[in-house]
């Protein structure tokens, strides 16, 4: 009977199970954007009706389990339009998200080493500018135009005229050696490029030269046209994976990338102009002279401190009726004109972005211009579904006059009223001289000319060789040519006649040869860990290699006073350095996601670098960063469009700066005529010298309501540099001035908010507001002595130092004061307090301290405050900026 039951129920067992079987199966697919074809990782990928569902790869690629036939993907990331994808008999799907342009602030961001993940699985502060945004004021400089857009950015110019540098600090300064660089990593394209500020053969004349002649940084290179957008990486979590040289923070740069929609022209023009916006306010009822006594002809500096103009009629009828405003009539108007054209298209297998710009600017000092020419070429192609590679190049050649703006400015002040500056040559084409120089006699005659040629290129390939697994590796070169031609004539031998800061001119030929490689290797792999838990390896190789060569020759004493040839020289005076550096880093990234809402990413890296000894230049470093997007695990209040909480941790190594720990050679110029010698260098190398250390963390929320009309990100912050390499005296006795050593700590802390918002929103016409707030607070917390990096001079007893002082601000002015009257009460050393009444001398004036200095001020914004508004209507726009710092103190 038991036979009988299982042979006549067995088929239908069997048929029964396949039935089940037949209706569960497993899809798989890849999920691209329409706009650039690249894949989308992190897209959420749910079967219609069930709570089952996936989310997509690095490389876009998905799978999942659907039961039967007759069900439907619901597909969606942010930033794109969700997509429903009804299945049928198919196994497998391909599908091409459109961009949702209500959205698109929310789409994947550009995060180290040119790895693109969803804003939301971020734990750490990333922020970002768009093409639009950053183009609105066509400023010359890009670092320029990230000004008042960036919280917690403190972006400086370098003087006001044309081709002149800019620099950005991220979060304060973390390295107390003054000497170090505090600007952050530039990447364009996963290409790290150089950004330094080069003075040679822009400070070298004779000793009565002042100063540096207005250079600019290389961040000028860069055409803003070309921009997509700009992501500023800011903690060390954010840069962990650019190692040491990501330790002031990182900005991303990624250009403009060719499309398969057809062939596009775009021709942009723009034309401006440059105004003195405020220049100081002047008296005007006291001519020239010192202590109420006119003098003329003038003598010595007393631009305006003698009698009143009637006065001085009484005593010099040729005085004018009324005093000149100098500072009109030095300045001019400046202009700015640039010129750009693109091409772009593509089809299924190739995109290309190409570009040419052309940019003028004359400068508001005289005699002052720049101009930027460039060209650029971005190429993608698909060789194979598994196999893409990449090009991107751009050359540019800038150059112009360059002159101080702060020399120009001091100039002016000392300059005389009753005269017209712009009135500067006589009859017989010397200098109009009034007891100090004319500073635009100064622009004319004292010429600084750069000429920059600039090569930024870079190659990529990305290899899947399976659906979970991929290989990319980038190749950049960032190479340039930076000659620079000084010039001042010489005297004509004219009786009476005085020329600008040099007694027999001189000439100067000064090159900078850079080149920089770096190459990056990275393995991707990803893998469902868990029916709720992806995760995602990556680990890669680094390598940066830099060589930097200067070598220029100063002729002065020219026999014939305008002929710019160093053959007519008679004292040569060469100028040669090399720096060379090499960086290997290893390092590897986890990132795991919980349910599309929880996201967990741990990095290590190793870096051994060639500014260390053997023993010490290998060293490690970790970060953590948690992003819990709470809203999509919650069911909030329908005003709430997202909620998430970020942490992070990082540990950042930096290195000291290059031959740190070796004592080297240096040319002995004291020597006669004809005699050439070394002598021994004045900083002691230290090969006991160690890596710094800083560990940072951060903790944030953002929040967005009314479907994205409203929302902030609020950010706290906490480093502590540890172990710091500074420049510390030594005793003369060993031969040397300084040397390298590990000791003191500085700390930084703060807070950053971001306020997002769409006050009007209608078919016509939009109001975006974009508000940028941060504080920073830094502390020295331990220092084995001072160090001073910088001082001012006044007149009489006037002064002021910057120095370091433990227990005491980065930025701290020391000068010296007024006397106080104490009544009895301990004096503070430190501080002065100016509510006390003043100490009088017995010649009616205030006493003044002499040589001890006490602080006055610190030269670091307590606040930075960044307020953007734009207006829209239909196709126009305008576009309103005002960038604020409050609460620091410069010394006059």
Request: proline share 4%; glycine share 12%; hydrophobic share 35%.
């Amino acid at each position: 009977m038991r036979k009988t039951f299982t042979v006549f129920f067995l088929p239908f067992l069997l048929l029964i199970c396949m039935s089940v079987t037949a209706q569960v199966k497993t899809i798989s697919g890849r999920v691209t954007a329409s706009d650039d074809g690249n894949p989308l990782p992190g897209v959420s990928i749910k079967v219609k009706g069930t709570s089952a569902g996936a989310t997509t790869s690095s490389t876009g690629n998905f799978t999942i389990q659907v039961q039967g036939n007759n069900q439907v993907l619901i597909i969606s990331s942010i930033g794109y339009l969700t997509r429903e994808v009804p299945l049928g008999n198919r196994s497998s799907v391909n599908v091409v998200l459109d961009v949702d342009s209500k959205q698109l602030e929310e789409v994947v961001v550009s995060t180290a080493l040119g790895i693109t993940r969803q804003k939301k699985s971020l734990g750490y502060a990333a922020q970002g500018v768009k093409s639009e945004d950053l183009n609105f004021n066509h400023q010359p400089n890009l670092i320029n135009a990230l000004q008042g857009k960036i919280a917690g950015a403190t972006v400086s110019s370098m003087g006001g005229g044309p081709g002149q540098g800019a620099n950005i600090r991220i979060r304060g300064v973390n390295s107390i050696d003054p000497t170090i660089s505090g600007d952050p990593l530039y990447v364009i394209d996963g290409i790290q490029i150089d950004n330094s500020t080069s003075t040679l053969g822009a400070n070298q004349a004779t000793v009565t030269d002042y100063g540096a002649r207005g250079v600019g940084n290389r961040a000028s290179d860069i055409n803003p046209d070309d921009i997509e957008t700009i992501n500023v990486l800011k903690g060390g979590a954010a840069t962990a994976l650019y190692g040491l040289r990501g330790a002031n923070g990182v900005v991303v740069i990624t250009t403009k990338k060719g499309r398969q929609n057809g062939f596009n022209i775009n021709f942009n023009s723009s034309y401006g102009i440059d105004n003195v916006l405020k220049s100081p306010d002047v008296q005007t009822t006291y001519t020239q002279g010192v202590l109420g006594v006119y003098t003329n002809p003038p003598g010595g500096i007393g631009p305006a401190w003698g009698p009143t103009i009637e006065e001085a009629k009484a005593i010099d009828p040729t005085h004018p009726d009324k005093l000149f405003n100098n500072y009109d009539r030095a300045f001019q108007t400046g202009q700015q004109v640039r010129n750009s054209i693109s091409m772009t298209g593509g089809s299924d297998v190739i995109k290309f972005f190409s570009s040419v710009s052309q940019y003028y600017q004359k400068g508001m000092m005289p005699n002052t211009n720049y101009r930027n020419n460039s060209g650029r070429l971005n190429a993608d192609a698909t060789i194979s579904p598994k196999i893409k590679v990449g090009v991107n190049m751009s050359f540019n050649n800038s150059g112009g006059y360059t002159y101080s703006a702060d020399r120009f400015g001091e100039g002016l002040a000392y300059w005389s009223p009753r005269y017209d500056v712009a009135d500067y040559i006589n009859p017989d084409g010397t200098q109009k001289y009034i007891g100090t120089n004319n500073p635009i006699w100064g622009t004319a005659t004292n010429k600084l000319k750069g000429d920059v040629n600039r090569f930024v290129g870079g190659a990529s390939l990305s290899y899947d060789p399976a659906k979970w697994l991929n290989f990319s590796y980038r190749f950049g070169l960032d190479t340039y040519n930076d000659h620079r031609f000084r010039t001042a004539p010489g005297p004509m031998g004219i009786t009476g006649e005085r020329v600008y800061d040099n007694d027999q001119g001189f000439v100067g030929e000064f090159n900078t040869k850079f080149r920089a490689y770096n190459s990056t290797f990275i393995a991707t792999l990803t893998s469902k860990l868990a029916k709720d838990l992806n995760g995602t390896l990556r680990i890669g190789h680094e390598m940066y290699n830099k060589r930097s060569r200067g070598i220029g020759v100063l002729g002065s004493q020219l026999t014939i006073y305008n002929f710019f040839s160093l053959g007519n020289a008679k004292v040569l005076t060469p100028t040669q350095n090399i720096v060379e550096k090499r960086l290997n880093g290893l390092f590897g990234e986890a990132t795991f996601d919980y349910k599309n809402y929880l996201f967990l990413t741990l990095t290590g890296r190793n870096d051994i670098t060639s500014t260390l000894t053997k023993e010490n230049r290998s060293f490690f470093y970790p970060s953590a960063s948690l992003s819990y997007v709470f809203s999509d695990q919650f069911k909030l209040p329908q005003y709430i469009s997202q909620g998430k909480l970020r942490l992070s941790y990082a540990k950042i190594g930096k290195d000291a700066a290059e031959y740190s720990p070796s004592s080297g050679f240096t040319p002995y110029l004291a020597l006669p005529a004809g005699t050439t010698g070394l002598t021994i260098g004045s900083n002691l190398g230290n090969p006991g010298l160690l890596p710094e250390f800083t560990n940072t963390y951060e903790a944030g929320l953002e929040m967005s309501f009314l479907n994205n009309r409203l929302g902030f990100d609020f950010t706290y912050y906490y480093s502590l540099s540890k172990n710091q390499i500074i420049r510390a005296q030594v005793s003369s006795a060993t031969g040397y001035v300084t040397t390298s050593i590990n000791a003191g700590n500085i700390r930084n802390k703060g807070v950053e908010l971001v306020l997002n918002g769409k006050p009007i929103v209608t078919d016509n016409f939009k109001w975006d507001m974009n508000l940028n707030f941060s504080a920073n607070r830094n502390k020295i917390l331990s220092l084995p002595s001072e160090i001073v990096y910088g001082s001012a001079r006044g007149y009489g007893n006037a002064g002021v130092t910057m120095k370091l002082v433990e227990g005491e601000s980065f930025g701290n002015i020391y000068g010296s004061y007024w006397n106080r009257y104490y009544g009895g009460q301990p004096e503070d050393q430190n501080f002065l307090d100016k509510s006390l009444p003043l100490l009088i001398g017995t010649n009616g004036f205030p006493s003044i301290s002499g040589g001890k200095q006490k602080i006055l001020g610190n030269s670091q914004p307590d606040w930075i405050l960044g307020l953007g508004n734009t207006f829209s209507y239909k196709n126009f726009s305008l576009n309103m900026l005002f960038d604020a710092r409050l609460g620091f103190e410069k010394y006059n």
